[in-house]
Each structure stands twice: as C-alpha cells, then as structure tokens.
C-alpha cells in the first residue's frame, strides 16, 4: 500500500512561487515514476510534471517556470513553481505509479494565483 501527502499550497500573488512537497510511504520505490497532476474547476486533471530516475518532463505551459525534483531516500517529491500566473489555479496531486501499473494519489493541495 502507498500513501501520498502534499502540502504547500496557498495562495499567492502572480508572478510569486511556491513550492509543494509530497511525502509518500509504504511500497514505494525510485526506479518508479513520480509526477505532479492538477485540476482546475470544470477541466480535466493534466499531467504538470514526472520524474523517473533519468528523466523529468514538463507540461508545455510550465516549462522554464516549474522544477520537480525528488528525494528517494525520503519517498518525497516537489515542485518548485516560480513566476505563477493565474491558469496556475488548480488543485495539484501527487502521483506515483508502481511497477504493476498501479497510480496512487494524494488528497490534493489547492494553489490559487490571484492575479
């Protein structure tokens, strides 16, 4: 069994940062793939960005202004967001997919950028 915490959502003024962790236990291992996902109201969840032990990807829209990174030895995983703008808004979840093929999710953590 996974279970997925983030935290360090909030609200922020455009152009400000946050940065979200997501601390994870049970089965979880580094080899996997971890990713951030979010989900604005009435759209549906996208991917943001992943990372495995040789790659991190990022969705278009937040390229050059959000970082992921990951601590393997503490199951976590962050994200850095700079230069937040207002389509930012949305609730960010935690993913990790374990070998079988199996997502695990977090709760979520609101991000609101008021602009």
């Known amino acids: 069994q996974v279970q997925l915490v983030e935290s360090g959502g909030g609200l922020v003024e455009a152009g400000g940062s946050l940065r979200l962790s997501c601390s994870g236990s049970?089965?979880?291992?580094?080899?996997?793939?971890m990713a951030w996902y979010r989900q604005a109201p009435g759209k549906q969840r996208e991917l943001v960005a992943s990372?495995?032990?040789?790659?991190?990807n990022y969705a278009d829209s937040v390229k050059g202004r959000f970082t992921i990174s990951r601590d393997n030895i503490r199951n976590s995983v962050f994200l850095q967001m700079n230069n937040l703008k207002s389509e930012d808004t949305a609730v960010y979840y935690c993913?990790?997919?374990?070998?079988?093929?199996?997502?695990?999710w977090g709760q979520g953590t609101q991000v609101i950028v008021a602009s």
């Open positions: 993913n990790y997919k374990s070998h079988t093929g199996i997502n695990y």
């Open positions: 990372i495995t032990t040789s790659d991190s």
């Open positions: 049970g089965h979880i291992f580094g080899f996997n793939p």
